[in-house]
């Protein structure tokens, strides 16, 4: 028997037939306009749409990037982290080998064991859960982590299950290497996907590769029981002010930034002593007599009690991501990121945009003003499932690496029955029935 009723057909008057009609018309309308308008839009010259694809585990072709958009382009207009899309155009159905995966109680992960490789959460973590294998025979997915040892030449095609890359995942944390070194000759990563804590929006392949943290250096549990707007400030931040360029962390001296300064709810703390340390030279004379001043706010101010705020901002460093993310989620405090393109961690499993802001670079004008016109509820919805998101996602190593396993199996799609996450919900008073501030 069905448990499904079939629910009465309900009558329609003439008059609301004669609504709907119009109303499919118009729908019809728009429909039509936006795909000329769309089909505009993507006639780019040189972009040549490939999908010829038709051996499942044919070898993937590279993206092309069309002419003037050269990532170098993109930097001489200000823009930074638009690096290459130089990895294979790759997914699941092209790249991946599902039949590995076949009879598994659960994801059994190898990793290749090399030495040097950090030992931050891929290393330590991942062996002692339950997805850790040794048997290579075994595995549903490699992974081979590239930081830093890698850096003059990785060896992913001799390593000895590589296969041409198949279930493979290229791990690289608080590093550079996939976004600048792996390209399309002897370094390609093939047929792998990517796990990178710098994942950028321009070469990320949802659904394939995996936005992962970095991890953070320090912890506040005491600050998370107090309420959002029970914090000592608003809006904190302190840290190293970049002299460079922008394309590593040079907008950080930007005026707009340095000035959300009002040295009472609002507090950015900024020292230029690490740029100087590195020779670089700061090049107008009044940018370095900002840094005196700067200094002395800079002394001001401790860390651990800035991070007694209702907002943490956390301004890309020299990559697009920041230790910073976990460490003010860990304070209760809201995050506010300045980035560009940037994919946040685990972005497939996890809601963030309920829990903080993201900024880019050239839009800092507008953080205060939006942090200003939020409602007291608001705030404090998104204090609680910003903690919500830590708790359950981020809070530990471990809990790291079930996370990671889980955007793993969240790239199956329930193909595999037994490799179907098991994501934690929010609590009840935060559940998607709660309808929305509208800000969200
Ligand atoms: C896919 O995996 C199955 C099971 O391990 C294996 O028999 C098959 O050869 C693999 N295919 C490729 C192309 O590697
Ligand atoms: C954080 O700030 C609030 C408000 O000023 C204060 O009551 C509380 O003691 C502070 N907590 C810590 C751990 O500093």
Redesign the pocket.
Known sequence: MSTIREAPEPKISPYLQFLYGLFNFLLLGVMIFSFLSVGGFTKFPGVHISNTVDSP?AQPELHKVPQGLTPGGARDQGKTWHTPDRFPQCSMDVCF????C?DMEELLVYQYDMENSPSWFFKDAWKRSRYYTIDP?KACVFLVTVDMRLENGPLLKSLPHW?NG?NHIVVSIADTWVSTQASAGSNSIDMASTMTSITHQSTYRAGFDISVPVPQRKFYPSLQRLKALDKKYFLTFKGTRYLQDPGVGGFRSNPILRKMHNGDDIIVATTCKQAKLNGVSLRQPEVEAECEKDQLIYNEFKFDDLMNSTFGLIPAGRGPSSFRLLEVLSAGTIPVVISDNFVLPFDSLIEWRRCLFVFPTSQMQRIVPTLRSLNRKEIELRREYCLFIYRKFFVDDDKIVETTAMALEARFFGVIPKLIPKVPLPPRHLNLEQPLPKSL
């Open positions: 585990l080998n599902y039949s590995r076949d025979e296969n198949l």
